[in-house]
């Protein structure tokens, strides 16, 4: 029997039968052999439409799981090409693991590069990878000619699903013989840019007609980016080898010369370290500063000089603005930023090149961890909605899910409540903000081992509870951190302490509605901005609150008493209820509860130890005889 092959269970539920085929990893066919087993078996109408619903949101859920996997290929195989790239050594090398990477990802049956040669002006194949025909491997196309021509021309990505029918592009015998030999049918083809200028295209190719989506475009596209970035960097390194060799002729050159080398090797080797270690875009910046022997900072795109900025991104090099050298930050046409160098009045061209590769350093590093951060930011928030909605209930997979985010569900936490109070202009600023806290929030919740997710027109928090810390504390903190993150107040209510999420999940939805109760009396006692936990309010949290947890209360406040009374089968609640009627006389409740007075004030004793010294004060005390009475009133058959 095949892995494929599943034996309907006659009384089976459909979505177990199709959470076996995805757990499986079975094809896409698999997915209709137990819709058409019902129809063989004369399975009801009913039965067979459950099965078919099934397949259908089990095909979704296939797709996308191997989209994610595809998304993720590709962010990885981008990284590993962006370290082949910081470690550049041979140019031959990175720009063939380039093209197999390509070739891998968008699963085409070749793919190659071919770049302009200025010297006989026109444009020769570089490296091929799945190639068989030698003619097509030592093909040289005339610029213009080809759909490299067209894509070269025009600066932008073409797509063939049928080469030879295609009237687009200037067709040749030579370059449609080499075509024809390696058999190739459907073609894509990206330029590579360096600044304005196109040095060569990279193309991925299929002996079959084919439709290339947008996504494998954009895929295509990145590898083109980092492979032009690989030629330049080559380039550079070639005409510093060249400046090394004239200066060896010429002292005061060498000594010159040398300076500027020794300086674009450092540069180039603390970038590499930064990259393979993780570094950030400041200490990209504070790298390069050493170098220049000046001060660079990264700025926003707002913060830079508009016209600056769009001259450096339109040319590909940093440019000279005032007292300052610009230099943009950009992927595609998004402008990420700026690296600025003041201090410095003119630059040298290994300088200059120094603080454009620092630029193009910064750029893959903001969107690898931008990818990063929001697929993080999305799973946290999925495993927090499951758990508020108790959609999965299994212990184990929730520590499993939990343990991949380096979060401990077995710990003590606290769920906040978080809510804007600041005014908003209109609805988009409204949605703008809300973003904002999102994202502020998921960001706490990562540094903090936490969980977060967007709901209810704010955001939820699942933060574990250090030792010695309490949740008044961890409200207050949390209130204060989001507040200053998106520059308004954040109001944040706080559940008590809660423990075993994964045996209980559905501890996490009755916190969360505690920590709102809470968020709600704040707002009633105009705390806006403010954070506090429901302990903090005691009795006056029954009357502000939206919904009566009355049981929360008496828990909290008597509770340790009634569970000994339970365990022990003592008298200590009904001691208190007697002690309070007889107005905290020890005499008077001995005579009420006909026991002797050493009898009482052991029991007192025993109150204060589970209830904490403080217990007599006047407002514990007023809150411990609403508990009581609420207590008596829920039970009163008790005496």
């Known amino acids: 029997m095949s892995r494929d092959h599943v034996q309907p269970a006659p009384n089976g539920s459909a979505q177990a039968e199709y959470l076996e085929l995805l757990t499986r990893d079975a094809s896409v066919e698999a997915y209709e052999r137990p819709v058409l087993a019902a129809r063989a078996e004369g399975r009801s109408a009913d039965r067979i439409a459950e099965l078919e619903q099934a397949k259908r949101l089990a095909l979704r859920v296939r797709a996308e799981l191997e989209g994610r996997r595809r998304r993720e290929a590709e962010l990885s195989a981008l990284f590993e090409t962006a370290h082949d790239l910081a470690g550049l050594r041979d140019l031959d090398a990175v720009l063939q693991a380039i093209v197999q990477r390509a070739r891998s990802l968008l699963g085409t049956d070749v793919a190659y590069l071919t770049l302009h040669d200025p010297a006989r002006g026109d444009t020769y194949m570089r490296v091929t990878e799945g190639s068989v025909s030698a003619r097509f491997q030592q093909l040289r196309l005339g610029m213009g000619e080809g759909l490299g021509g067209l894509v070269a021309q025009t600066t932008r990505p073409y797509v063939t699903d049928d080469y030879f029918e295609d009237a687009r592009f200037q067709h040749t015998r030579t370059i449609d013989s080499g075509v024809s030999d390696e058999g190739l049918v459907a073609i894509l083809g990206v330029p590579l840019m360096l600044g304005p200028h196109v040095i060569g295209v990279l193309f991925a190719a299929d002996r079959r007609a084919r439709v290339f989506e947008r996504e494998q475009i954009a895929v295509l596209g990145s590898f083109a980016a980092l492979a032009a970035a690989a030629i330049d960097t080559a380039n550079l390194l070639t005409e510093t ?39 950030g875009v400041h200490d990209v910046a504070a790298a390069v500063s050493e170098v220049l022997d000046g001060t660079v900072l990264f700025t926003e795109a707002g913060a830079a000089p508009a016209e600056a900025l769009e001259a450096s991104r339109a040319e590909g090099h940093a440019v000279r603005h005032g007292g300052e050298w610009i230099a943009a930050v950009a992927a595609g046409g998004e402008l990420l930023g700026a690296l600025v160098l003041r ?61 991949r985010l380096q979060a401990d569900l077995d710990a003590t936490h606290v769920v906040l409540a978080a809510r804007l109070d600041g005014p908003a202009a209109d609805a988009d600023e409204e949605a703008a903000a809300r973003r904002r806290l999102w994202s502020a929030a998921s960001h706490l919740a990562a540094t903090r081992h936490g969980l977060a997710a967007a709901r209810d027109g704010g955001t939820v928090l699942l933060l574990p509870l250090g030792a010695g810390d309490t949740a008044t504390e961890l409200a207050g903190r949390t209130a204060r951190h989001l507040g200053t993150a998106v520059h308004q107040p954040v109001t944040v209510g706080a559940s008590a302490p809660v423990t075993g999420l994964t045996a209980h999940p559905e501890t996490v939805a009755a916190a969360y509605a505690e920590g709102r109760r809470c968020l709600d009396a704040l707002h009633l006692l105009g705390r806006a901005g403010d954070g506090a936990a429901a302990e903090d309010f005691g009795f006056l949290g029954l009357l502000l609150a939206g919904e009566r947890d009355v049981a929360g209360f008496v828990g909290r406040t008597i509770g340790p008493v009634a569970s000994y009374d339970e365990r022990r089968g003592t008298d200590l609640l009904r001691t208190m209820d007697a002690y309070f009627s007889c107005g905290m006389s020890p005499a008077r409740t001995k005579d009420a509860l006909h026991v002797h007075v050493n009898t009482v004030a052991q029991r007192l004793e025993r109150v204060g130890r589970l209830l904490g010294e403080d217990w007599q004060t006047p407002a514990r005390a007023l809150e411990i005889q609403l508990a009581l009475r609420l207590h008596r009133l829920a039970a009163p058959d008790r005496r």
């Open 241 to 279: 080898r060249a400046a090394l060799a004239e200066l060896e002729r010429a002292n005061q050159i060498i000594r010159d010369g040398s300076a500027l080398i020794e300086r674009a090797s450092d540069v180039h080797d603390r970038l590499a370290e930064l990259v393979l270690r993780g570094g």
């Open 343 to 403: 201090g410095q009045r003119a630059l040298d061209p290994v300088d200059q090149r120094t603080l454009e590769r620092a630029a193009m350093v910064t750029s893959l590093l903001l969107l690898a961890r931008r990818s990063a951060a929001e697929a993080e930011h999305r799973v946290r928030g999925e495993l927090l909605d499951d758990l508020l909605d108790a959609r999965d209930r299994d212990p184990r997979l929730l520590r499993e899910r939990a343990a």
